[in-house]
């Protein structure tokens, strides 16, 4: 074949597909991720002596005791977390006496903390709840509050917070005289909304439960 006639011949084709190419509808593909294999929901009890509450939580998890609240001790034995090694998630449960007395860390320059004492007042409790739940603002595309009062006669607000948010649930639980808790999920990565939906779904579900499952106890 002449070779000028060749030419002509793959100059053509190569228009002709160039020109398909051109036209074709083109759609970008959504970013994957790894399929998470999640447990079916299981639950068993939290109920131990002397504890001021109770409540289920899953199979799945494991109860420590929160030891630490900025390198000192809480101001009672009632904190627990709720840790989900497989999810690299922790639940923070941190527990108050309405009326009590309170230790509270403030700002003392270049980064420090000091010690700061105080009483636990009701109106003080929730409007904290409210407002470590509103730091999340300036990267939650919604915060939605939901106020409830559950079977066994617990009360609280529960907050969806969306977006790339540290924490994708936070709630508090309260009998407005002696008993306040509040309850925090975070997750020990990088947050990412999309990647982290399956888990934060799931882990929902189980905070539900636990709210449902949520009894005070008279000491």
């Not at 630490?68 to 627990?80: A, G, H, L, Q, V």
């Not at 929730?126 to 990267?139: C, G, P, Q, R, Y």
């Not at 008993?179 to 947050?191: E, H, K, Q």
Request: glycine share 6%.
């Amino acid at each position: 074949m002449n070779p000028t006639k060749f030419s002509k011949i793959v100059f053509s084709l190569f228009s002709l597909v160039f020109f398909m190419a051109c036209n074709s509808p083109y759609s970008t593909k959504k970013r994957g991720y790894f399929k998470i294999q999640l447990p079916p929901h299981t639950y068993q009890s939290f109920n131990e002596p002397g504890f001021p509450y109770s409540f289920e939580y899953p199979t799945y998890a494991q109860i420590t005791q929160d030891s630490t609240y900025f390198d000192s001790n809480p101001e009672n034995p009632y904190w627990r977390n709720i840790d989900f090694p497989q999810f690299h998630a922790r639940i923070f449960l941190s527990y108050k006496i309405i009326g009590g007395n309170a230790l509270y860390k403030v700002p003392a320059g270049n980064g420090n903390y000091k010690d700061s004492l105080g009483i636990n007042h009701f109106d003080k409790l929730i409007n904290d709840a409210f407002m470590l739940t509103n730091k999340n603002e300036s990267v939650a595309s919604s915060i939605q509050d939901s106020l409830f009062k559950t079977e066994n006669g617990v009360t609280g607000v529960y907050f969806k917070v969306g977006g790339n948010a540290a924490t994708a649930s936070q709630f508090f639980m309260t009998d407005t005289v002696k008993n306040f808790i509040r309850g925090a999920l975070y997750f020990n990565v990088t947050p990412n909304a999309d990647s982290l939906k399956p888990v934060q779904e799931f882990l929902q579900q189980d905070i539900r439960h636990l709210i449902q499952s949520f009894k005070w106890h008279t000491n």
